[in-house]
């Protein structure tokens, strides 16, 4: 079934103090887009590189459509492992054209059928009538969709990316990260999408994997991690929580700001911290409020409040464009959200 297997994967550079990639294991279907998100030196770019073979795991297993390409007894080297990559600086050839980058990849090949392979791939990411340009001649988000179209031509059996949006400006990013990800869906391509942005990874992925410190802290779907966090890192990383105090209490948790309706896998009169995003609080103006308006800053479309909870616990809250408070202001504050929240029992 799996296009991908990797098995307790472990890498500890020399002289290091901790692994780099500590115990990773997911599987990847075929077809499928696993966005692999986490803060800069968690482990994302050390993890696509033993994929790739570019290194040796210290223990682990890695399959590739059955086949075991690295483990303990097995080390198969990268030009064999029919991966394709695109990086964050493209790693294209400058004194190439556009289409001798694209057959880069083909050489071996009938040079007909290069022709066609190439023709096609750059139909595809729309850059047929810039065939024969020079890559200084080209925007950054057109050289990155030569190098995806350089990455797919051999047909891959995975696709690896590093980043590939970083480098460019946040509005184009937009545009081509959704022409990108059209593109590998109508190629039915299998793909690991590396980043550090909570939203590109939502945006990118089928599913994902939030790391930390070289350890998979969660997988699953963008809704299971971005509702139902299991830890608090993943909570904070992928969603701007914040984290009320609370005990629980027959049928949920108390809480400063009122009773959460919720079951809890934890004994009565456990303490928690329930995790709250700004679109699971309300509040109005009440002078016998719980809370008070600290800062607000007008977004266009809504107002993102900050208000300070009379115990000193900082949330934030969404509203309407049009409501439209003062700082100091007195607020009842309440949870609205109308699904289950994540509850943590303890530190990390
Ligand atoms: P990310 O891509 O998530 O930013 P990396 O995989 O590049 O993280 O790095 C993970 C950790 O491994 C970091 O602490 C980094 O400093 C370290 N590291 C990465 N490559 C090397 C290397 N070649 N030699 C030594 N340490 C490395
Ligand atoms: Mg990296």
Known sequence: MSTLEVRNLVKQFHGASQSAVNDISF??????????????????????????????????????????VASASVFIPPEQRGVGM????????????????????????KPAEIRTIVGEMLHMVGLLSFSKRYLHELSGGERQRVALARALAPRPVLVLMDEPFSSLDADLRANVREHVRGILKSMQATVVFVTHEQEEALYMGDRLAVLQKGHLEQIGSPEEIFHDSRTRFVAEFMGDSNFLPGKTVPGGIQTEIGLLQQPVDAPVSSPVEVALRADDVDFYPNGEGNSVIIERFFRGAYNLYRLRLDSGTILHAFSEHTKILPVGARVRTAISAEHPLSIFRDEG
């Open 86 to 109: 695109v990086f964050q600086d493209y790693a294209l050839f400058p004194h190439l054209t556009v289409y001798e980058n694209v057959a880069f990849g083909l050489r071996g090949k």
């Open 27 to 68: 599987e990847l279907g075929e077809a499928e887009i696993l966005a692999l998100v986490g803060p800069s030196g968690c482990g994302k770019t050390t993890t696509l590189r033993l994929i790739a073979g570019l290194e040796r795991p210290d223990s682990g297993t890695i399959r590739l459509n059955h086949r075991i």
